[in-house]
């Protein structure tokens, strides 16, 4: 039996941003970085520039949505994280300079969760308890380190299209609300100086994809989670198109427009949490099949 959402609605929807910023250069190519500035200007756009657009498409839309900020950028913009916090807007982890886990070693991993979760508890009075890994990966102690360290809830895997209870070699278990490479605006629209030899797909595909995707989930139900980037989406072209989408989506009856921190409450909300499937990770060798 599968978990139900709220007022007898067919479909959970989430629209997420990964706000970025400039972080991840610092990281992925340092030496550049530290010579050129076209990079850093680009993503700079997004929490100065396409945040703006976005919280007021948000406004005007009357939903809330869920935004996973590296610690290094809710410190360099403070203002605008207290900002979307205020709104009432949830907030989440998101590594501190955007550090792709498979390049950290467990104590390098904790270090980073618990300097960020510092950061941004600072900021919005309140420990952040939703998390998205930087770059969507995962060592397979992550999931019982961010239990260890108080977060409930993960966004970073993609095996189904319901959440479900994520068991860890502890017997513990971590909710994990699925996501998916074809509902990420980076897929299609990010260019950059060091990948410019991928092309940009028409927005209106784009927006044809997302459609037919969400048609499917609100078929058969499910937690539909759009993850956009404010450098990225937050050009006038893409936000267009995000428009269109989230129009097309209010044209459906029995939507459940919510945030990734509400669902995470529903879910492990008594009565509920039973209902959701428990899963193991696959194992690190193959299975020995009889």
Not at 119 to 138: A, F, G, Q
Not at 207 to 225: A, M, P, Q, S
């Amino acid at each position: 039996m599968s978990i139900t959402w709220p007022n007898n609605n067919k479909v959970a929807v989430c629209l997420t941003w990964d706000v970025d910023g400039e972080s991840a250069p610092y990281v992925r190519t340092p030496e550049y970085a530290k010579k050129h500035l076209s990079e850093l200007h680009q993503r700079r756009y997004g929490p100065t520039i396409g945040m703006k657009k976005i919280v007021d498409l948000l406004d005007r839309s009357e939903i809330k949505g869920t935004f996973y900020i590296p610690g290094y950028i809710a410190g360099l913009y403070k203002d605008m994280v207290k900002d979307i916090n205020a709104m009432g807007h949830s907030i989440g982890l998101h590594g501190y300079l955007h550090e792709s886990l498979d390049n950290l070693n467990y104590h390098e991993e904790e270090d980073i969760l618990l300097k960020s979760k510092e950061i941004i508890h600072n900021l919005i009075d309140h420990e952040p308890k939703i998390y998205r890994s930087p770059s969507w990966e995962l060592n397979r102690w992550s999931p019982e380190l961010l239990i260890k360290n108080g977060i409930v809830c993960d966004s970073s895997l993609m095996d189904d299209e319901y959440p479900f209870l994520l068991e860890t070699e502890s017997g513990d278990s971590l909710l994990e609300i699925p996501i998916q490479w074809i509902l990420d605006d980076a897929e299609y629209w990010m260019h950059t100086r060091f990948n410019r030899d991928k092309p940009i797909t028409d927005p209106d595909t784009v927006l044809k994809i997302w459609k037919r995707e969400f048609d499917g989930y609100y078929k058969n139900g499910g937690c539909f989670v759009l993850t956009l980037h404010p450098f990225i989406s937050g050009r006038w072209v893409y936000m267009d198109a995000v428009e269109k989408f989230v129009n097309y989506i209010k044209q459906f009856e029995d939507v459940w427009f919510t945030t990734i921190e509400e669902v995470t409450a529903h879910c492990l909300s008594e009565g509920n949490i039973a209902l959701l499937e428990t899963k193991k990770s696959p194992p690190p060798t193959p299975f020995v099949l009889v």
